[in-house]
C-alpha cells in the first residue's frame, strides 16, 4: 500500500526556522517525483515545488522560488519543505504528495499544519 | 501563473448531476490531456478522483466522469450523494512551468 507520511503539527514564532518530512513506503521511492502543495486557511491548493529523488533534481514554482527550500533523502525515504525565516504568513497546511506524469497526484500525505504566531 | 477558473459552489439534489467547469488557457486546459480533478472534505487531505481528463483511478465512483472542451474541462457527479459534499479543484499540466497549476475551486453541496 501507498503511503505518504508527514511530520506533526507545528507552532512556531516569526523569524523561526523549520523543516517538515514526508516519509514514502509501498513504491519506490525514487521512481516518482514528490510535490508540495500549500492550503492557506479557508483557500484552495497552491503548486509549492517538486522534487525526483533519484537525484533531487528541484523545480519551484516563481512565488515561492527564494522562500523555502525543498530536499529529499533517498536512503531513508524522505523528502522535506523547509524554512529558513518563518513569517505570520506561511500560516498553512503544507501537504506532500506523489506526482505521476501530467501533473497528477495520485497519492497524498495527511497534511501538516504549521502556525506561524507571535 | 493564474489559477484556473471555476464556480465557487455547486449545488444539487441528492440523485441529480452536476457538473463543475474548470476553465484556462491554451498554454495549459487546451494544449494538454493532463487535466486532474480532486475531492477534499472538511479536514482532510485532496483525493485524485480523475486523471487524463477523464481517467478514473481504481477505487472511484463510476458516478464521477471527466471531460474536455476546447480550454474547458468539466467534472460531473451523478447519482448525487450527501457524501460527495465537498471541496473539488481542477489541476492542469502547463507550458508555463514544470509543476501544473491549481484551480480556484468549488464547494459542493448536497441539497
Known amino acids: 500500500e501507498v503511503q505518504l507520511v508527514q511530520s506533526g503539527t507545528e507552532v512556531k514564532k516569526p523569524g523561526e526556522s523549520l523543516k517538515i518530512s514526508c516519509k514514502g513506503s509501498?513504491?519506490?521511492?525514487?521512481?516518482?517525483?514528490i510535490g508540495w502543495v500549500r492550503q492557506m486557511p479557508g483557500k484552495g491548493l497552491e503548486w509549492i515545488g517538486i522534487?525526483?529523488?533519484?537525484?533531487?533534481?528541484?523545480r519551484y514554482s516563481p512565488s515561492f522560488q527564494g522562500q523555502v527550500t525543498i530536499s529529499a533523502d533517498k536512503s531513508i525515504s524522505t523528502a522535506y519543505l523547509q524554512w529558513s525565516s518563518l513569517k505570520a504568513s506561511d500560516t498553512a497546511i503544507y501537504y506532500c504528495?506523489?506526482?505521476?506524469?501530467?501533473?497528477?497526484?495520485?497519492?497524498w500525505g495527511q497534511g501538516t499544519l504549521v502556525t506561524v504566531s507571535s | 501563473q493564474s489559477a484556473l477558473t471555476q464556480p465557487a459552489s455547486v449545488s444539487g439534489s441528492p440523485g441529480q448531476s452536476i457538473t463543475i467547469s474548470c476553465t484556462g488557457t491554451?498554454?495549459?486546459?487546451?494544449?494538454?490531456?493532463?487535466v486532474s480533478w480532486y475531492q477534499q472534505h472538511p479536514a482532510k487531505a485532496p483525493k485524485l478522483m480523475i486523471y487524463?481528463?477523464?481517467n478514473r483511478p481504481s477505487g472511484v465512483s463510476n458516478r464521477f466522469s471527466g471531460s474536455k472542451s476546447g480550454d474547458t474541462a468539466s467534472l460531473t457527479i451523478s447519482g448525487l450523494q450527501a457524501e460527495d459534499e465537498a471541496d473539488y479543484y481542477c489541476?492542469?499540466?502547463?507550458?508555463?512551468?514544470?509543476?501544473?497549476?491549481f484551480g480556484t475551486g468549488t464547494k459542493v453541496t448536497v441539497l
Open positions: 504528495a506523489r506526482r505521476q506524469a501530467g501533473s497528477r497526484l495520485d497519492y
Open positions: 487524463d481528463v477523464s
Open positions: 491554451s498554454s495549459d486546459v487546451g494544449g494538454y490531456k493532463y
Open positions: 522534487i525526483y529523488p533519484t537525484d533531487s533534481d528541484t
Open positions: 509501498g513504491y519506490i521511492f525514487t521512481s516518482y517525483w
Open positions: 489541476n492542469s499540466y502547463t507550458s508555463s512551468n514544470t509543476l501544473g497549476v
